[in-house]
């Protein structure tokens, strides 16, 4: 079994090519710890269908816990890609061409295992299908009104369009590589690319296709965010029936979304000894990029508690309460420290601002936003409007364990991207270079 | 037949494609193979497309069919909606939204099939060499020493006909 890529062409493509050679020892190592997780995880969601829904922690009334957590988490790292590369792409920014395929790969796995656990919470998941349009014995239809079907149609739409987005600018790569590489690799790059010749027929209608899917990507992925706010502002529950809740789902999806995408660009540029492509320049700006979401973040924040504190509605104020000073304290003001505080003192002052502080506070920022999620589904569903209905959520090792597999299977399926194809276009890098 | 002719910059293979126009050759006849895009200047080898016609086309056609299938579906089996219109804009706008935008998402990348040539029969391609750019021309064989003529006066390094 032929796996070598061969490499005849200039310094750039053996930089850039070079990743997809050979196994070292710690990827190997990545890989496997990776996958036992994933596959840990796989048993678990196993368990939990055989001996039912029961083995989670999801009680009354909080019929919502980390699963739909972890859905609107991914759903939000999904933005880092498609989002911020389509912004990137539209506005020019030449300095986006060694990010874009980092970032639009996150997009694609991220709202693979987002769209996963709504079936993972499902009580019978293997009726899933059910939510599809499809002429049936039983005379139904789905509910097209109902906030569940639009989260099927934003997504899939979303999931189609990244795909698609992520594939073109991989064509070309994938043309040239068909020639350098030799055996299943030679046979799948061969396949995928479709017969590029590198046509300026190829090149216009390439270039016509990215900017119109930058356009149309720009508005799904705006929507796609919004929609999964609607899920919980369509809902008359106390905290969550807000006007503001899409443009702040949108907002801390593209928050989240930066910091995944610093993250990723940290470890493959260490992984891949990328540091002559992955310039702390690019860091710099996607810094700046972070703050200003933060600060952005911060805003909508302020603007959803300060309204629900004036408003000093009894339902509101017990979930506010509970978030400020209560039970849920913690971690809310765990999540403005690594939302706020930390990538505030790291990134605004130019002299602290370097690789190391914004990777640093893209992994705050992660975490803190995780713990955002949590803060949006479960205080809510703590307190409803029955004041005898309280209760509190705790997660048991299922949740706990099929969460940390889909962190797991994320690692597995980037490390995977990062040995088949090329993180760096190497035809876009060179464009931007002779332009 | 087809020649193919290398150079080295886009300025000289821009030359032999005004040349090769002011000989009568079409720009149907002339394509440009490279590792990278080339910036050809306006004019010269422009490419007609229907890629955004075809878009707009679909998304429009997308949204009518969903909102026709949505009507329809929600009709069939009326839900119990209190009162409230069984089909309504408001509840089912995010749908006819997704189905737009899909429609806009599916146009794009078939007319990029189509428009790129990659679903249609090809003729023979040069085999590319990164940093060269190589300009095929499709002409008669009684117009070849013609066409020879104007490529090498505006630089190319190598002229050579290409079979199948």
């Not at chain 1, 027929?201 to 706010?229: F, N, Y």
């Not at chain 1, 809510?380 to 309280?390: G, K, V």
Request: net charge positive; with cysteine.
């Amino acid at each position: 079994m032929g796996t070598s890529v061969e490499i005849r062409g200039d310094g750039l493509r053996g930089t850039l090519w070079r990743p997809l050679n050979g196994f070292s020892r710690r990827y190997l190592l990545a890989l496997a710890v990776t996958f036992i997780v994933g596959a840990w995880g796989l048993g678990c969601w196993g368990y939990q269908i055989v001996r039912g829904i029961g083995v989670a922690g999801i009680r009354r009334p909080t019929m919502w816990g980390f699963y739909l957590v972890n859905f609107v988490f991914w759903i939000g790292i999904s933005h880092a890609g498609t989002l911020i590369s389509a912004i990137l792409r539209l506005t020019d920014a030449g300095w986006r061409k060694p990010v874009t395929r980092a970032a639009e790969a996150i997009t694609v796995f991220a709202l693979m295992i987002g769209a996963m656990f709504p079936i993972i919470h499902l009580g019978r998941p293997w009726i899933f299908f059910w939510l599809f349009p499809y002429p049936n014995s039983r005379l139904l239809w789905p509910n097209f009104r109902s906030p569940l079907l639009w989260d099927v149609t934003a997504i899939s739409t979303y999931l189609s369009g990244s795909v698609i987005y992520l594939y073109l600018p991989l064509i070309p790569d994938l043309a040239e590589l068909s020639q350098y590489s030799s055996g299943w690799r030679r046979r799948l790059y061969r396949l995928l690319s479709l017969g590029w010749t590198g046509g300026d027929r190829q090149w216009h209608a390439l270039e016509r296709a990215m900017k119109l899917m930058a356009g149309t990507i720009l508005a799904v992925a705006v929507s796609v965010h919004t929609v999964v706010a609607w899920d919980f502002a369509m809902a008359v529950a106390p905290m969550w029936h807000s006007t503001i809740y899409g443009p702040y789902f949108v907002a801390g999806a593209i928050f989240s979304g930066i910091a995944a995408l610093v993250v990723a660009m940290s470890v493959i540029r260490r992984m891949l000894h990328l540091e002559e492509y992955l310039l702390p320049v690019h860091f710099e700006n996607l810094g700046k990029l972070l703050l200003l979401m933060s600060l952005l973040w911060v805003y909508f924040t302020v603007a959803e508690n300060l309204t629900t504190w004036y408003g000093n509605s009894p339902a509101e104020m017990s979930v506010f309460g509970e978030r400020i000073r209560g039970r849920y304290a913690p971690y809310f003001w765990f999540m403005v420290f690594c939302n706020f505080v930390l990538p505030f003192v790291l990134l605004s002052v130019r002299r602290l601002r370097s690789v190391t502080t914004v990777t640093i506070s893209g992994v705050t920022v992660l975490v803190g936003m995780w713990v955002e999620r949590f803060m949006i589904v479960l205080p809510s569903l703590s307190r409803p409007h029955l004041p005898a209905a309280t209760g509190f959520y705790t997660p048991t090792w299922v949740e706990i364990s099929i969460t940390a597999s889909t962190f797991a299977a994320m690692v597995m399926f980037y490390l995977i991207f990062c040995k088949l194809f090329p993180i760096i276009a190497v035809w876009e890098y060179k464009h931007v270079s002779h332009g | 037949m087809f020649l193919t002719a290398e150079f080295a910059d886009a300025q000289s293979v821009a030359q032999a494609i005004a040349s090769l126009r002011a000989q009568g050759f079409d720009g149907d006849q002339m394509d440009v193979f490279s590792t990278e895009p080339v910036e050809i200047t306006g004019g010269l080898l422009d490419r007609p497309t229907h890629m955004s016609l075809t878009a707009v086309a679909s998304a429009a056609s997308f949204c009518l069919l969903a909102f026709l299938f949505v009507r329809y579906a929600q009709y069939d089996y009326p839900v119990v909606t209190g009162g409230m219109p069984i089909f309504s804009w408001w509840a089912n706008g995010v749908i006819f939204y997704e189905f737009t935008m899909f429609g806009s998402i599916t146009a794009t990348f078939v007319m990029f099939l189509v428009e790129s040539g990659l679903l249609t029969r090809r003729a023979p391609a040069p085999v590319l060499v990164a940093g060269r750019i190589l300009l095929r021309i499709s002409c008669e064989a009684r117009r070849a020493a013609v066409a020879t003529e104007c490529l090498r006066q505006a630089g190319a390094t190598g002229v050579a006909e290409l079979r199948g």
